[in-house]
């Protein structure tokens, strides 16, 4: 697919990031991110992202067209994520979109974030189609869905408590890492043993759903429990083992909702997907099953613009009706 331009904005949590896609190519995308603010207070703030949104949007549209090589009046849409998440967050990319396409005589489309992730192996895989299972994990969603046809979703399992991502946050938290825990995980992991304990497995009775509040509450148990006999392991040997748990369930409940829609595709999206272990897993048993499996690269597993202005070229070609100016944030919003 080439054109529309279109430059996808999103502001839903703690990275603001913009970019112009052109059809499905990404012509530019730029991010500004707020780790480094955010890490002190060990999670983000929510007034701290919103003011940081708006100081860094206007400029990062600026990076973004000029990457692109290209200037705001040949843009044919802006795109902004409309929710799931923080609501001042959102509430900064929304109004900036939606300003500039009525300023420049545009069409405006706000966009479902989840859906975003979805969209983004769209941005590396032309292959990637329709029926597929994807999984989505992220720091504030985990959900198992069947993709019937593009903008056709069914949530097959979700998570029933804490997200995946969250899972990690809070654990690393818990086990002197620091934020973002995902990462730190990661990296702690690489020299950890993943069976040095045997975290539980939750929802064995649920194929599609996930549950991450037991293995949390297990953890601080079994580490209480270890520091006063002495036999802590070590913290990669820990790390290794919570994000084998993690993995586990993530990949189980992709698998079960793949082996009973008999899709022939599987993908992934949202920041954990950027994990190392979880993605040698999936192509492990995806290989194993053959069926095919696209994930997209780290940098578009976790958040940014692109894959925002994907839907929105996606609704373009559709003929959808352009978001209406009165539209406002939904940060409750739900696939
Ligand atoms: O999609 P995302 O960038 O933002 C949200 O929509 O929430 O996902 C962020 C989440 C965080 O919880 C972060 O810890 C997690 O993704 N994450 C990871 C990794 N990179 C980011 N989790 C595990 N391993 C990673 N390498
Ligand atoms: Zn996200």
Request: a negative charge.
């Amino acid at each position: 697919m080439s054109g529309p331009l279109v430059l996808g904005i999103e502001t839903s949590c703690d990275e603001t990031g913009v970019a112009v896609v052109d059809g499905l190519t990404v012509r530019s995308s730029v991010l500004a991110s707020q780790t480094e603010l955010h890490s002190r207070f060990g999670g983000v703030v929510p007034e701290v992202a919103a003011r940081a949104h708006v100081e860094s949007i206007r400029l990062l549209a600026h990076q973004a067209l000029a990457a692109a090589g290209i200037h705001s009046d040949q843009l044919d849409a802006v795109a902004a994520t409309q929710g799931p998440g923080l609501a001042g967050a959102l509430m900064v990319g929304f109004a900036f979109a939606k300003t500039l396409a009525w300023s420049l005589g545009r069409p405006f489309f706000g966009v479902d974030h989840m859906e975003g992730h979805l969209f983004a192996p769209r941005l590396e895989y032309p292959d990637y189609a329709p029926p597929a299972v994807v999984l989505l994990a992220s720091g504030g969603h985990s959900q198992v869905v069947l993709v019937k046809a593009w903008g056709k979703y069914e949530t097959m399992g979700e998570t029933i408590d804490d997200a995946a991502g969250e899972a990690f946050d809070k654990l690393a938290r818990y086990i002197g890492l620091g934020y973002p825990g995902g990462p730190a995980i990661d990296r702690e992991s690489e020299s950890g043993d993943p069976n040095a304990v045997p975290f539980p497995r939750a929802l064995r009775d649920r194929p599609y759903d996930l549950s991450f509040s037991g293995l949390k509450t297990s953890v601080v148990t079994y580490l209480d429990r270890a520091r006063d006999d002495g036999s802590l392991p070590s913290r990669p040997d820990i790390a290794a083992s919570i994000q084998e748990a993690i993995v586990d369930a993530l990949v189980e409940k992709t698998f079960n909702a793949v082996d009973a829609s008999g899709v022939q595709t599987v993908a992934g999206g949202g920041g954990v997907l950027a994990n190392r272990r979880l993605r040698r897993r999936l192509t492990d048993e995806a290989d194993q099953r053959g069926v095919r499996l696209f994930i997209p690269s780290p940098m578009l597993c976790t958040d940014n613009g692109a894959m925002v202005g994907a839907v929105a070229v996606q609704r373009m070609a559709d003929g959808a009706a352009p978001t209406p100016w009165s539209a406002d944030i939904d940060a409750g919003l739900r696939l």
